[in-house]
T-cell receptor
């Protein structure tokens, strides 16, 4: 069964450093998403991406964040200058279509900012 | 705004017990409703879904019915197993939207 994959599974970085989290969505899916879960809190939506542009983003997704589909298979989340409060589990998801279609999640990347 | 409220955890049951995890939601219109499960050390997996009122989603012995009148989507299983130990998330997806809204998650532990 096709699945969403994410790398790395864990990342430790120093405050102020840039990190790039990588995702490979399911191959025939057209919509891609990033969510995060700070320890002990709800899973929160960050951004959705379709047709090579952001289609929706939350207030969390400020100028420190960016997303990119650099080639036909990868989808990345970049945090330019990490803060302590960016420590969280980051989940990538994809769906075949938008507007109510089921989103399939990857296993997550646990980011720790020191 | 849209929101999901889940039963507070953690929940601890014995094997073969009956399980209910309550989930209620607030949304405009008619969202799709989902249960996701997160097993230890793994990501979020879709467990079941329902897209309209009175639909019943089911998978692996779990069931949930979309109740518009009570704005609920409670998760049930008749006889739980140790392997069901996980964190369960209720979520809604507003019609035509792309942003899933999650509940806070309920940690379930099943003892042999």
């Amino acid at each position: 069964e096709p699945e969403v994959t994410q790398t790395p599974s864990h990342q430790v970085t120093q405050m102020g450093q840039e990190v790039i989290l990588r995702c490979v969505p399911i191959s025939n899916h057209l919509y891609f998403y990033w969510y995060r879960q700070i320890l002990g809190q709800k899973v929160e939506f960050l951004v959705s991406f379709y047709n090579n542009e952001i289609s929706e983003k939350s207030e969390i997704f400020d100028d420190q964040f960016s997303v990119e589909r650099p080639d036909g298979s990868n989808f990345t989340l970049k945090i330019r200058s990490t803060k302590l409060e960016d420590s969280a589990m980051y989940f990538c998801a994809s769906s075949e279509a938008g507007g109510g279609e089921t989103q399939y999640f990857g296993p997550g990347t646990r980011l720790l900012v020191l | 705004g849209d929101s999901v409220t889940q039963m507070e955890g953690p929940v601890t049951l014995s094997e073969e017990a009956f399980l209910t995890i309550n989930c209620t939601y607030t949304a405009t219109g008619y969202p799709s409703l989902f249960w996701y499960v997160q097993y230890p050390g793994e990501g979020l997996q879709l467990l079941l879904k329902a897209t309209k009122a009175d639909d019943k989603g089911s998978n692996k012995g779990f069931e949930a019915t979309y109740r518009k009148e009570t704005t609920s989507f409670h998760l049930e299983k008749g006889s739980v197993q140790v392997s069901d130990s996980a964190v369960y998330f209720c979520a809604l997806l507003p019609r035509g939207a792309q942003k899933l809204v999650f509940g806070q998650g309920t940690r379930l532990t099943i003892n042999p």
